[in-house]
């Protein structure tokens, strides 16, 4: 045989033996997604019996958002809060908080588009268009203001918005581990929000997600009866990820930007709460932070890491007359560790400076 002939039957021969492998490789991807999927909507359909919402729906814009409010309707104060970014079972994970504060105030909670038990807007995320659907959802829930607004995470970003438009609407702040608009200053869209976001909307649409358990929380700190961290689960197997949620996460930096430009918001009383996970009694609950610590001051024994976590908000809110920032002991979400140590710095504020 020429060599050409036999370089022709090699090549013939790989060609093939490739186009099997492929088909083969699709084959088995196909089975695999349907067996994911299959899993996801069986296991969808058993949950159903934890997702009760516990607030009422209301219309906006075309679509439904959840809005809860329980509590004390004769309080003079009305606590709103907003959740973060990302954050899909809230409607569960405060509830310990809310129980330590409805005896005395009223209690309202609204889920942004396409978060928990809300539903996808199919519009863009911009601080606009969320700042809108939440007072629209307030106002067709028949919750009036001033409000007193608990904002979590990047719940922040479109609280000091509000009240930079709307001051006259809002009686006081108090954050929850908030963000600011600095924050985002030397960020891209393409830095915060890139391709791996894209796809963890599909990724969570067919069911892979469940098989990382770290995206479910746990009840370390007893906080939860079993039923909240049934249903805190079942929402995040519902919507850890949606559509909406990284349009919010797309939309992010040029939403923070937007509230940059405005100022810092001078009107309005802020009382600011950081977590601070090196703070006792935490660290010690924790044994990776507690070993990161340790290692740290082995490197590094002068640093004082407590002082230091929070410097960079300390420093960035020193010279905004209307802010109070304080530190707690525990991680990022505080309620999920100690609602009943977070209930009372909120009453604190509110009975010291709001009602006094």
């Not at 991807?29 to 349907?34: D, G, S």
């Not at 001051?167 to 890139?194: F, L, S, W």
């Not at 996460?249 to 430009?261: F, G, I, R, S």
Request: net charge negative; aromatic share 12%.
């Amino acid at each position: 045989m020429k060599p050409k002939s036999k370089l022709k039957a090699f090549l013939h021969k790989f060609f093939k033996i490739f186009i099997i492998f492929m088909i083969a490789t699709a084959v088995i991807n196909v089975v695999l997604f349907a067996v994911i999927y299959g899993n996801h909507q069986s296991k969808l359909k058993d949950e159903v019996a934890y997702l009760n919402a516990p607030g009422k729906f209301v219309e906006v814009n075309g679509h439904s958002m959840h809005v809860m409010i329980e509590g004390n309707e004769e309080s003079e104060v009305t606590l709103l809060f907003l959740h973060s970014a990302d954050v899909s079972d809230d409607s569960v994970a405060l509830a310990p908080l809310f129980k330590e504060l409805k005896n005395e105030y009223r209690i309202v909670f609204v889920e942004r588009s396409g978060v928990g038990f809300s539903e996808n807007s199919g519009s863009d995320r911009d601080i606009d268009t969320m700042l809108k659907e939440t007072r629209l959802a307030l106002e067709k829930a028949g919750v009036k203001g001033p409000y007193v607004v608990v904002p979590v995470g990047t719940a922040g970003l479109e609280v000091t918005y509000w009240a930079n438009m709307y001051p006259e609407e809002i009686q006081a702040v108090i954050g929850i581990n908030i963000t600011y608009p600095e924050q985002y200053a030397d960020i891209t869209t393409e830095e915060y929000c890139g391709f791996f976001d894209y796809l963890l909307v599909p990724f969570y649409k067919l069911g892979a997600h469940r098989f990382v358990t770290s995206i479910y929380p746990t009840n370390a700190y007893g906080v939860y009866t079993d039923t909240q961290m049934l249903t805190r689960k079942a929402l995040i197997s519902k919507g850890g990820f949606t559509e909406d949620m990284y349009c919010e996460n797309l939309a992010m930096v040029d939403n923070a930007n937007k509230v940059a430009e405005l100022g810092w918001p001078a009107e309005v009383n802020m009382y600011l709460i950081y977590a601070n996970p090196l703070m006792e009694p935490y660290r010690s609950t924790d044994k990776s932070v507690s070993a990161s610590y340790e290692s740290a001051l082995e490197d590094n024994p002068e640093v004082d890491y407590i002082t230091a976590y929070n410097e960079s908000v300390r420093e960035y809110f020193e010279d905004k007359g209307n802010v109070t920032v304080e530190e707690m002991a525990g991680p990022a979400r505080l309620y999920t560790y100690n609602p009943k140590g977070l209930g009372e710095m909120i009453k604190g504020y509110i009975e010291g400076q709001i009602l006094q």
